[in-house]
Nanobody, 122 residues
């Protein structure tokens, strides 16, 4: 069982930066691949970024490549999403996710956090 708690969301102007954190509980955290998804009002939840259990592999949605960076601190059992050059279209609720299968990391998760709101003003 893995529990995930996000933090770091807020309101920022276009071009600004935010760093999201996802604190995990559970002794099996290091065996899970971790990811971030987001859901804007009226839209389906979409994949943003993922990082493998070792941190050696990462995967990004085309819309955030070059602007967002995912990382993990195994000792602190935390995953981060550094978001730079934010755009109004990045406005959404961001969810942390944990999955046991790398080949499914873009489409599903075994565990979800409760979400944190990110709002980018123009």
């Amino acid at each position: 069982q893995v529990q995930l708690v996000e933090s770091g969301g807020g309101l920022v102007q276009a071009g600004g930066s935010l760093r999201l954190s996802c604190a995990a509980s559970g002794r099996t955290f290091s065996s899970y691949h971790m990811g971030w998804f987001r859901q804007a009002p009226g839209k389906e939840r979409e994949f943003v970024a993922a990082i493998s259990e070792s941190g050696a592999r990462t995967n990004y949605a085309d819309s955030v490549k070059g602007r967002f960076t995912i990382s993990r601190d195994i000792a602190k059992i935390t995953v981060y999403l550094q978001m730079n050059s934010l755009k109004p279209e990045d406005t959404a609720v961001y969810y942390c996710a944990a999955t046991g299968r790398w080949n499914l990391v873009r489409v599903r998760a075994d565990y979800w956090g409760q979400g944190t709101q990110v709002t980018v003003s123009s």
